[in-house]
């Protein structure tokens, strides 16, 4: 699963989108008939419900949810929610003229219909540079207008930004020249009816569409098209104004490709009589995602968690949460957050005893090279290895894999633990990083540290303190394969000196949490060891 985008998880190895097809980028209609036989194959067809629309509320005082299906009128009572609704609503930023827009999801998607025609495209991401690929062929010219400057995901290396097989208009506007343009506006331009025919995009600096102006331009179209420079210049010094004067801009569309957001809808106002409240969750500041804890559970709606793109929220654009090949890890971590929450459970390890220099390495580096959820949630999932120490001073550890950065950093939190993670280089990552570097490659164990590429990363933390002590980089391969002799060296080196101090320094801790009166007393009058 590491290298496949598109397939969920499941046991069942027949259930891999690879079989309904080869594409990189697939059509929708094949990953429609890939879900619905997912939900054939793994048994939860009689559990699914379709056309279905669910209000959720508090019950008031019990802490316990109050689940209401609109068409059918049928109430359950919960104390666990999993919302997996997704993004699905069309951000629709205030602005004015909104009426004149057509969106994404409701456009036209026969280019034959935009023949000869202008159009302005709303938004930069890869929806908007979809569409503008998709129409091109058959426009007179398009505008992609965003509030902010293009990023690009190979140099930002999420995949939420651009894409280069989206790139196609960018290089129509750079390389062509005279047709498609790619502008920067904020806040958006306003948009009034044209009078004669089509839309007028108001720039932020552009003069304000007051009646004066609107007759300005209207002079100005009174102009015969033959009309010689003379009686121009003579109509400008009467008073009239073209588009350009104006600082505006005719288009005959104008398409909306500004994303999507959570829909709150799903969470309406309590109802009093009822007993009930409302179970809204807390968003984040421009409200596309509710605000989550380590654990994907809301910060305000206990009992309230998140599955699917929704997820994202923790992650957004730091990894690859918001996609399929990115959530399904998180959602396989919530699993087992729910195990260890509400079943007693504990979360999935192996016991590395005696821990030794060899077997560390080979239990990371084995993650490394093979654990698909920390390579396609880089930086996010988190591989952790908790090490005590017998009264006789043998180290013991305890390694858990795929755990949400944050709860890692506070798992076992009175043990010493180190984390294993892959990220990329700091200086490696942004709009405005030369990713095409001469020196982008870093060859040598010395400087792994410099390493640009995805990479693993172990971290040690002290008991009692969520702060990195250390951090241990290993050197950088661009096909992720850390299993020759400059991988494997540095890191059992690496675990050797590491392994040989931490028994000094653990009974450091406990005879200074001794002194404290903070460590309980173990069998014979010792303390325990942590």
């Known amino acids: 699963m590491r290298h496949d985008w598109n397939s969920l998880l499941s046991d069942n190895q027949t259930l891999r989108f690879g079989r309904y097809s ?25 559990h699914v419900r379709y056309n279905s629309s669910a209000a959720i509320r508090r019950k008031a005082g019990t802490g316990l949810f109050e689940i209401t299906v609109a068409e059918s009128g049928e109430v359950t009572t919960c104390r666990v929610v999993i919302s997996a609704g997704g993004l699905w609503k069309p951000h629709r930023p205030g602005m004015v003229g909104e009426e004149l827009v057509e969106e994404y999801q409701s456009m036209p998607v026969e280019p034959a219909g935009f023949t000869n025609q202008t159009v302005a495209i709303l938004g930069n991401g890869n929806s908007a540079l979809e569409t503008a690929n998709a129409l091109y062929n058959v426009t007179r010219q398009i505008h992609v207008i965003g509030r902010r400057p293009m990023r690009f995901s190979w140099q930002t290396h999420y995949v939420g930004d651009v894409r280069a097989v989206n790139s196609d208009h960018i290089d129509r506007y750079l390389l062509v020249g005279g047709t498609d343009t790619v502008m920067e506006m904020n806040p958006l331009p306003s948009l009034v009816k044209d009078p004669t025919r089509g839309i007028i995009l108001i720039p932020p600096w552009g003069s304000k569409p007051t009646a004066a102006n609107m007759e300005a331009l209207a002079a100005w179209k009174r102009l015969s098209p033959a009309a010689s420079l003379a009686d121009k210049i003579k109509a400008y010094h009467d008073g009239a104004r073209n588009y350009k004067d104006l600082g505006w801009m005719r288009v005959d569309r104008v398409l909306r490709c500004l994303g999507w957001r959570f829909d709150e809808t799903m969470f309406p106002d309590g109802d009093p009589e009822r007993g009930t409240e409302t179970a809204m969750p807390e968003l984040d500041a ?7 804890t380590s654990t994907f559970e809301s910060v305000n709606q206990q009992g309230l968690y998140f599955s699917g793109t929704t997820t994202h929220g923790r992650d957004f ?31 999935p390890s192996e016991l590395l005893s005696p821990l030794r220099p060899m077997l560390l390495a080979d239990r990371i580096l084995g993650s490394a090279n093979n654990g698909d959820g920390i390579y396609q949630m880089f930086g996010v999932l988190v591989d952790v290895v908790t090490i005590t120490m017998r009264s006789d001073g043998q180290l013991i550890g305890r390694h858990y894999k795929e755990m949400p950065r944050e709860l890692a950093e506070k798992f076992s939190v009175n043990s010493y ?94 005879t200074q949490k001794a002194g404290n009166g903070t460590c309980n007393s173990g069998a014979g009058g010792k303390c325990a060891v942590q």
Do not use: C
């Open 22 to 46: 080869s594409k990189y980028f697939a059509p929708a209609g094949d990953m429609v008939r890939y879900m619905e036989d997912f939900v054939q194959g793994t048994g939860l067809a009689p």
């Open 317 to 347: 654009r730091k990894s690859s949460g918001g996609f399929i090949h990115g959530f399904r890890y998180n959602a396989r971590a919530l699993d087992k957050w729910l195990q260890v929450r509400y079943h007693k459970e504990k979360w």
């Open 286 to 292: 421009i409200g596309k995602y509710p605000v989550q």
């Open 417 to 510: 633990r180190i984390t294993m993670d892959l990220r990329y280089g700091q200086n490696f990552t942004g709009p405005t990083f030369d990713v095409f570097s001469l020196h982008r490659v870093t060859n040598s164990p010395p400087d792994s540290h410099l390493s640009n590429f995805l990479h693993p990363v172990v971290q040690l933390f002290e008991p009692g303190s969520t702060e990195v002590v250390e951090s241990f980089h290993i050197l950088e391969d661009l096909r992720t394969d850390f299993t020759q002799s400059i991988h494997l060296r540095p890191t059992i080196a690496h675990f050797k000196t590491l392994l040989k101090r931490l028994p000094s320094l653990i009974q450091a801790h406990l």
